[in-house]
């Protein structure tokens, strides 16, 4: 049995160790982000080309099953995997880290809301962590901000008042709490990434009492399987072996 793992993902990494050796797992990355953190097996960095491309690698690799690990927003590359998956009728399964509960977070469904929502409560200092893709919408606002990304966003791209923190997660409570009062923080904006690396900030924000702007997540492709757990996962790759 051959296995496409599409990851990226501390997820993708976990389930990448937890199938090697006794699974054929090809791990693929999307290659944005320099000097990546690798599971162990085999790596593929890189695009497909779209559904076709997909349609023609999986093909000319023999892949019995395709797990997808990527980043929840990562939306293009959910949707050509589960078109590619159904069209070729390959055994599909997206693993996706459950979400955050928003809790008093002020919701809105995508870089564009978030920005109008930051400007419309004219919120001065801004901790932004939308990764380096979600800078664009906030590139014409007045207020400063203090963006983390795992890489440098295109300057075109940036706020006219900014401080660049290039960091990886994990990240702890008692950190997140000294950063945002270090940079007299007044509003953190956030994609509902889930999971437990990065949620630390939402605890800090909720001490120190400053409003979350949080984008939520893109749906799934209709009628796609879906696992929480990297255990789940593992065992729906044992069940179609």
């Keep these: 049995m051959r296995v496409l793992l599409l990851g990226g993902t501390a997820e993708g990494r976990a389930l990448a160790k937890v199938l090697h050796p006794d699974v054929d797992v090809i791990s693929s990355l999307a290659g944005r982000v320099p000097d990546p953190a690798l599971p162990v097996g085999e790596v593929r960095i890189g695009g497909f080309g779209g559904v076709d491309g997909l ?9 019995d099953a395709v797990v997808d690990a990527t980043h929840p927003f990562a939306a293009t590359m959910t949707a050509h995997a589960a ?10 399964l997206v693993l996706a880290r459950p979400a955050w509960e928003p809790g ?5 469904k995508s870089d564009s809301e978030a920005a109008k929502a930051v400007a419309s409560q004219r919120y001065e200092r801004i901790f932004l962590t939308t990764g380096r893709s979600g800078t664009k919408a906030f590139a014409k606002s007045d207020a400063w901000f203090l963006i983390r990304a795992v890489t440098e966003p295109e300057k075109a791209d940036l ?8 960091s990886r ?32 900030k939402l605890d800090a924000a909720a001490a120190l009492g400053i409003p979350v702007v949080m984008v939520q997540r893109p749906p799934l492709p209709d009628g796609v ?9 593992a065992d729906w790759v044992a069940r179609q072996a």
């Design 169 to 200: 997660g994990p990240y702890d409570y008692d950190n997140e709490i000294v950063l945002m009062r270090e940079h007299g923080i007044d509003a953190l904006v956030t994609k509902n990434s889930g999971g437990d690396m990065t949620k630390a």
């Design 159 to 166: 706020p006219r008042s900014h401080q660049v923190l290039l």
């Design 55 to 63: 349609k023609n690698w999986l093909r000319e690799h023999d892949i």
């Design 225 to 233: 399987l879906k696992a929480d757990t990297v255990e789940q996962a």
């Design 83 to 92: 078109q590619a998956c159904t069209e070729l009728r390959i055994k599909h």
């Design 104 to 108: 008093a977070a002020q919701v809105v």
